[in-house]
């Protein structure tokens, strides 16, 4: 008989063993264990969900091709999800991550090996929850590193450094969160931002909370931007210090020189930084966009520092960089408007010319009626959010099992290509009917290797909002964009066909429109909504079902045997 000790050893064995295979055939293995963990910054002292204890997360390093197995184990109180956002997962929609579309959560006491196969993406892209609000504090980023032999199309950094932007509230999240689906209004706005999971020298209690990025004079840092906030789109710059943007959601740009980012929810921002300056302490910090709120969001509210090694005596007064104020919608559009793919020999990029279909989504705020105006919504209503005045219900099998195994009565394949209704969608006087959305379970059916043009046109609806629309499975190209409502006579004239960026969120300011372009050559069930998670909460989401193709390279895989129940 072997003991405790023995076999706890043999076990520990047996895992290692099985990762030395796993690596040595190219498939390498991780844990996540979803708990609860201490927080202690921001004159609190709770506990908060994270992965191995660790907020944010941990960081997963892989090479573009790679597959890798993370095994999910949800020790916590909660059900969850884990999402690899911008991931394309070719074929395999099973472990994409959203709750009720391509998985029923893991329920606490539960676990589930979920394979991550990566296909062309290079750069950083991140993984987060996908369940509830529980993301507020569950994730982390992708590093994904060219593969073996080959280079980055630029200079090789001294060192690169994951920076995530993040939200915190003092409140427990899933408290926030409850107290949110009842009022019908807006929910409790965040304490802080952060900057690697720390609010910074300028919030209470916070003096010693600052991440620190230690620089040597006439090195090059490669920053991986990563705004995992979960309601707001951010501005981020450091002082004296010029950005140059190099990749944007798991692809390259040509390189662009800019003294401020704009990076909305769900996305990613490469940028090189160089340490030229002399030598002292400097602030990186982060604010607001919105371009529907107050004047209370027009300060900095999270800061880091980037110190010089050396001996010097730094400055007694650290200034803040300067950052456009929260309502600067022209220097968000800006700067989104001058990034371009890299589309060089060994980076070729395929917009889509020959469009099969296309389709333009309206994205809303509405209102729904409270009996006796009980809500705390505008007027006494309840808030809601909408794509086509459609506000997606959740149903409570997921969509993926129900269409792979013809499992009737789960959700309507009639989603519309157009909104139902015509109408000065910018106007300031849009009729009472038009707030009231229709609630549904409803997709969009795409034939494979359709050719798709999607445009996304923001209204004033209900005072209108800010959208960074993410879609799950692909990346698209943003070949236009701008104020108003989309003219389709006019506005395509100016599409940019040649290198436009490649991305898997695009920001869709109050009374903007964005198009985009992708080929739907991945066969599943793919989720598509607003990266603010109230709105997505209200309803601004949707999934588009791409069919199987005739070749057996185009169909969808089969499921892993270990899918969590509903």
């Avoid at 609806?461 to 499975?473: Q, T």
Wanted: hydrophobic share 35%; net charge negative; aromatic share 12%.
């Amino acid at each position: 008989m072997f003991s405790k000790i023995q076999v706890l050893f043999l076990q520990i064995l047996g895992l290692w063993l099985l990762g030395r295979f796993l690596h040595c055939h190219g498939l390498a293995r991780y844990t996540f264990v979803v708990k609860e963990a201490p927080y202690t910054r921001l004159c609190t002292n709770s506990t908060i969900l994270t992965v191995n204890g660790q907020f944010p997360g941990p960081t997963l390093h892989v090479n573009t091709g790679d597959t890798i197995i993370v095994d999910v184990y949800n020790q916590a109180n909660y059900n969850i999800t884990i999402h690899w956002h911008g991931v394309k997962m070719p074929r395999y929609p099973w472990t994409d991550g959203p709750e009720y579309i391509a998985q029923c959560p893991i329920q606490p006491g539960s676990n589930f090996s979920q394979k991550i196969i990566f296909s062309d993406e290079e750069g950083t892209l991140w993984w987060h929850s996908h369940s509830d609000w529980s993301r507020a504090t569950l994730y982390g980023a992708i590093v994904i590193s060219p593969k073996n032999g080959t280079n980055y199309p630029f200079p090789t950094p001294d060192e690169d450094v994951p920076i995530i932007l993040g939200e915190w509230w003092k409140s427990d999240i899933m408290e926030v969160y409850e107290e949110f689906l009842q009022s019908g209004g807006d929910p409790n706005t965040s304490d802080s931002y952060t900057i690697n999971g720390q609010p910074g020298a300028l919030q209470p209690c916070s003096a010693s909370d600052a991440f620190k990025l230690m620089v040597d004079y006439g090195k090059t840092y490669l920053l991986r931007l990563i705004n995992a906030a979960l309601q707001e789109i951010l501005f981020f710059a450091i002082r004296d210090h010029e950005l140059t943007v190099v990749g944007i959601d798991g692809a390259y740009t040509k390189p662009y020189k800019v003294d401020v980012i704009a990076i909305s929810p769900g996305q990613t921002i490469n940028v090189l930084l160089e340490a030229n300056q002399a030598l002292d302490h400097y602030y990186m910090a982060a604010k607001v966009f919105s371009s529907v709120d107050s004047e209370d969001l027009d300060s900095v509210n999270t800061t880091a520092i980037i110190q010089y090694n050396g001996n010097y005596t730094p400055s007694s007064n650290t200034s803040l960089p300067y950052l456009p104020s929260y309502n600067d919608t022209n220097a968000l559009v800006n700067f989104t408007k001058n990034l371009t793919s890299l589309a060089d020999n060994n980076h070729p990029i395929s917009v889509p010319l020959n469009i099969t279909k296309r389709m333009l989504f309206t994205l809303s705020m509405n209102r729904v009626p409270c009996e006796n105006d009980s809500c705390s919504g505008p007027q006494g209503g309840r808030l809601a959010a909408s794509v086509n005045n459609i506000s997606f219900v959740f149903p409570e099998t997921n969509i993926l099992e129900a269409y792979y195994n013809n499992i009737s009565g789960v959700y309507g394949d009639n989603f519309p290509s157009y909104p139902p209704t015509i109408f000065n969608y910018t106007g300031d006087d849009i009729p009472e009917a038009y707030k009231i959305p229709w609630n549904t379970t409803e997709v969009k059916v795409l034939e494979y290797n359709s050719e798709v043009e999607l445009v996304f046109q923001g209204t004033n609806l209900v005072g209108g909002g800010d959208h960074p629309m993410h879609l799950h499975g692909y990346s698209f190209y943003v070949v236009g964009s701008g104020f108003g409502n989309f003219d389709n006579e006019t506005d395509p004239l100016g599409f940019n066909l040649v290198d436009p960026p490649l991305q898997n969120t695009i920001a869709v300011p109050k009374n903007t429109w964005a198009a985009i372009r992708f080929k739907a050559n991945n066969p599943g069930v793919w989720l598509m909504h607003c990266h603010l998670e109230r709105h997505m909460s209200w309803g601004m989401d949707m999934a588009f079902i791409v069919k199987d193709g005739e070749g057996s390279d185009q169909k969808m895989l089969p499921p892993p045997s270990d899918m969590p129940p509903c």
